[in-house]
T-cell receptor, first 116, second 112 residues
Framework: GENVEQHPSTLSVQEGDSAVIKCTYS??????FPWYKQELGKRPQLIID?????GEKKDQRIAVTLNKTAKHFSLHITETQPEDSAVYFC???????????????FGTGTQLKVEL | DADVTQTPRNRITKTGKRIMLECSQT?????MYWYRQDPGLGLRLIYY???????NKGEISDGYSVSRQAQAKFSLSLESAIPNQTALYFC???????????FGPGTRLTVL
């Protein structure tokens, strides 16, 4: 089955700096890669996703890049703010366009702390 | 608002007890999932269901069972709870053809 590794497990940045979280996956058939944000005591929520037919996607201060050859993808947050402090999870799925559903395999999470 | 709800939100039980966690959704989604979250281990899939007649094991199904009573309801049971099942449990839903999963608020389960 799929295995998703995520690094680093903790990340501390100064407000205004950029943060990068990296994930690798093992199944070359994976074609959908979402990122979820979980604030303290809250439920995980999707913040951005990317499909295997593109290499990069941006949404305001966040972006995700995908390298299918190397089987890794990354989350980039620019101009970090205190409200970006949370746990971020990457995930991978083979379900996009294949009718295989969207059974996700999650990484182990990154605790991001944005310091004032 | 259409939402995903879980009951109970917190539960403390003893080893050997049977316990059921319930999930309901008003989103009209046909796909439902149960995950457990442990510190440092992320979210791990226990069971998933793509419709009322479809139940599938996830990566850590041992010691758990599920029931899909209706499109809107998906229950997780621990037949004989053990301490290493202490965790935060999340239910999630997604629409057929859609990838985003919508999570419930979670149930914190402690097995003594």
């Amino acid at each position: 089955g799929e295995n998703v590794e995520q690094h680093p497990s903790t990340l501390s940045v100064q407000e205004g700096d950029s943060a990068v979280i990296k994930c690798t996956y093992s199944d070359s058939a994976s074609n959908y890669f979402p990122w979820y944000k979980q604030e303290l005591g809250k439920r995980p929520q999707l913040i951005i996703d990317i499909r295997s037919n593109v290499g990069e996607k941006k949404d305001q201060r966040i972006a995700v890049t995908l390298n299918k050859t190397a089987k890794h993808f990354s989350l980039h947050i620019t101009e970090t703010q205190p409200e970006d402090s949370a746990v971020y999870f990457c995930a991978a799925s083979t379900g996009w366009l294949t009718g295989g559903g969207n059974k996700l395999t999650f990484g182990t999470g990154t605790q991001l702390k944005v310091e004032l | 608002d259409a939402d995903v709800t879980q009951t109970p939100r917190n539960r403390i039980t003893k080893t050997g007890k049977r316990i059921m966690l319930e999930c309901s959704q008003t989103k009209g989604h046909d796909r439902m999932y149960w995950y457990r979250q442990d510190p440092g281990l992320g979210l791990r899939l226990i069971y998933y269901s793509f419709d009322v007649k479809d139940i599938n094991k996830g990566e850590i199904s041992d010691g758990y069972s599920v029931s899909r009573q209706a499109q809107a309801k998906f229950s997780l049971s621990l037949e004989s709870a053990i301490p290493n099942q202490t965790a935060l449990y999340f239910c999630a839903t997604s629409d057929h053809g859609g990838e985003e999963q919508f999570f419930g608020p979670g149930t914190r389960l402690t097995v003594l």
